[in-house]
């Protein structure tokens, strides 16, 4: 059977509601409800030093260190590192990582120390990095998003592209060997259906974050030249 023929099936036997909602899964409508995340607001970060009262769910006081990578061309980039006040010494911070990169941790999940963004000309932002406080299922949780355009197989760097949003909850240990006590773990990644230039545009558009001041892209609609 054709896909046209599946669908037309389908529509004869589910009701309206159950078809909007096979119609928005088919899109790829990046819906951070799906993830069960709710009451997003970014953490302001600056180039620097950035302490971060409450960054935990428990109170605890954050860290994000905030750095640029140059190369001397249009591929350099901010890199971000994560620290947690340890509760036990008032003078020591612990490193938080994330569940993205090429290091295995302990349970065979790929970690990383240093989370890094790639704005490429900024105008045509390639992935962007945001640290943000909201709710999963109801509950408080300290979030970081990676929006990623999926340049990889498109014609060009600066061709529009679906974008990924790779959500990360902030969760304790609970007992993985090779881990600190507070890691970045993914729930879930989502996928546009609508085609970007830019990241951060993207992150405006379907996520509802604030775009960095000032924006740079072409536009406000999808972030590509005209």
Not at 36 to 56: E, Q, R
Not at 78 to 96: G, I, P, Q, R, S
Request: glycine share 10%; aromatic share 6%; charged share 20%.
């Amino acid at each position: 059977m054709t896909m046209r023929g599946l669908f037309s099936l389908t529509t004869a036997m589910v009701p309206a509601a159950a078809l909007l909602l096979l119609a928005l899964l088919v899109a790829g409508i990046a819906d951070p409800a799906r993830a069960g995340v709710t009451d997003l607001t970014v953490i302001p970060l600056k180039s620097g030093l950035n302490y971060i009262d409450d960054f935990a769910t428990d109170g605890r006081r954050g860290l994000i260190v905030v750095g640029w990578r140059d190369n001397g061309d249009a591929w350099g980039y901010h890199v971000y590192l994560v620290m947690l006040k340890l509760a036990a010494e008032t003078d020591a911070w612990e490193v938080v990582t994330a569940g993205t990169g090429q290091q295995p941790g302990g349970d065979g999940v790929p970690q990383v120390d240093i989370i890094r963004d790639t704005p490429h000309t900024v105008e045509d932002a390639i992935a962007s990095v945001r640290f943000a406080h909201g709710r999963v299922d109801g509950q408080p949780a300290t979030l970081l998003i990676i929006a990623r355009r999926e340049v990889l197989t498109a014609p060009s760097v600066g061709s529009a592209t679906p974008v990924a949003f790779d959500i990360f909850r902030l969760i304790p240990n609970g007992g993985d060997v090779g881990r600190p006590s507070h890691y970045f773990a993914r729930i879930d990644t989502l996928r546009t259906a609508k085609r970007y230039c830019n990241a951060d545009l993207a992150l405006n558009k379907e996520l509802h974050l604030p775009l960095p001041q000032p924006y740079v892209g072409p536009n406000l609609e999808d972030g590509c030249p005209k």
